[in-house]
């Protein structure tokens, strides 16, 4: 709508242009004269405006609310906050929001991040899975929290080198890196840190990319996953990644594929801490034997007794922190080294893992309501 202005306006604006020409000596020329009309034009148009901004319905209102709720998932009192300092105008609204936006999601960072999901991202012989973390399980339920972990774990598999076999990497290694994102309310190339920073706006939390990890198979294998908790494929709240490998080309792959998942599954359930019993760390191995030894000399018995009963005991200690030694959870009377023998079998040739990782949301990080507990990654060394 444009402004006329009424007929008293009119008369007003030529009463300060008179009063003006007089006051400005030497200066009455046109030029001086359109300015002044144009400033004060442009103040009652302002005027007119604002008064009719005020003016926009109730029901106007809220079907804007709604809409700019919907472009940008921020929290309706900060939606309304922003679209009555823009006099109601859902664009100006939206770049306001945006604004804010950062300058709030900076103000949370400080704040625990232990919920969240993992996504992964595979391909036949390489699977890529990332951390993204929130305060809450209802912003990890987020359409647009998990489409950016979706999207995320899928440009680091499209930018994993083809020498790497197996990586561990911090948020520093992607957050220059940039991304394309192509969804309602994200949509364009940023880069990862700047899109994490968006989203934390947009859900009124802190959001923060925590940390992933890539495996890769060589040779003639296979790299299996499985999520535990999905709210959709690709996403949840364990993951198990194992890769699985034949030392003959021949080896039929589709066997190596069924295998692999089901250990993938496994390895969420039984939480192994290592490969082999030859991979178990010296600090860990020490550090239960130290224990064992404390146990077994409250029995009283003689030394050779007791260095039995350790022994012993750190082979059951084996049997829960080893993958080839635990029990295989789709069979306890056999064992995944038995497992693995069983399908070198079947497709003619010795398969091994090679590499294994089990993660979990949270992991590691003090929670509010629990300082206590924290679980080691699992990976093959």
Not at 100 to 129: C, H, I, N, P, Y
Not at 151 to 171: C, H, N, Q, W, Y
Request: proline share 2%; with cysteine; glycine share 6%.
């Amino acid at each position: 709508m444009s402004f006329t202005g009424s007929a008293h306006a009119r008369k007003h604006a030529m009463s300060l242009l008179f009063r003006a020409q007089h006051a400005v000596r030497g200066h009455s020329s046109s030029a001086l004269q359109a300015r002044l009309l144009g400033s004060h034009l442009a103040s009652q148009n302002d005027a007119f405006l604002r008064q009719y901004s005020s003016q926009v319905s109730s029901s106007e209102q809220r079907d804007l609310i709604k809409q700019l709720r919907e472009r940008t998932s921020a929290p309706i009192k900060d939606v309304k906050a922003s679209l009555v300092n823009c006099d109601w105008d859902i664009e100006a609204a939206q770049k306001d929001l945006r604004k804010r936006g950062m300058v709030l999601a900076a103000k949370k960072s400080s704040r625990t991040a232990a919920e969240g999901l993992l996504a992964v991202a595979q391909d036949e012989r390489t699977a890529a899975v990332i951390e993204l973390n929130c305060e809450t399980d209802f912003v990890a339920r987020n359409d647009v929290f998990q489409y950016l972990a979706s999207s995320v774990a899928k440009m680091v598999l499209s930018a994993r080198r083809p020498d790497e076999t197996i990586l561990s990497f911090g948020p520093e290694y992607l957050e220059d890196m940039s991304i394309n994102l192509d969804h309602p309310k994200l949509s364009g190339e940023t880069t990862v840190q700047s899109a994490v920073t968006e989203v934390a706006a947009m859900v009124g939390e802190n959001v923060k990319l925590r940390r992933g990890f890539m495996l890769s198979a060589t040779g003639h294998g296979v790299v299996s996953s499985y999520l535990h908790t999905c709210p959709q494929p690709g996403l949840g709240r364990i993951a198990g990644l194992v890769t699985l490998e034949a030392e003959d080309s021949s080896a039929l792959i589709d066997a190596l594929k069924t295998v692999g998942s089901s250990i993938a599954m496994h390895i969420v359930a039984s939480k192994p801490l290592f490969l082999s019993k030859e991979l178990v760390s010296a600090a860990a191995l020490e550090s239960e034997r130290e224990i064992l030894r404390t146990q077994a000399q409250s029995s009283g018995k003689s030394q050779m007794a007791m260095d039995k009963m350790v022994e012993g005991r750190l082979r059951k200690y084996f049997e829960e922190v080893v993958l080839m030694e635990q029990k295989y959870v789709l069979n306890d009377s056999t064992n995944v080294k038995t497992v693995l023998n069983d399908l070198s079998k079947e497709v003619g040739s010795k398969v091994i893992v090679s590499n294994f990782i089990r993660m979990q949301v949270g992991e590691g990080l003090e929670r509010p309501e629990d300082a206590d507990g924290s679980e080691p990654v699992a990976q093959a060394a």
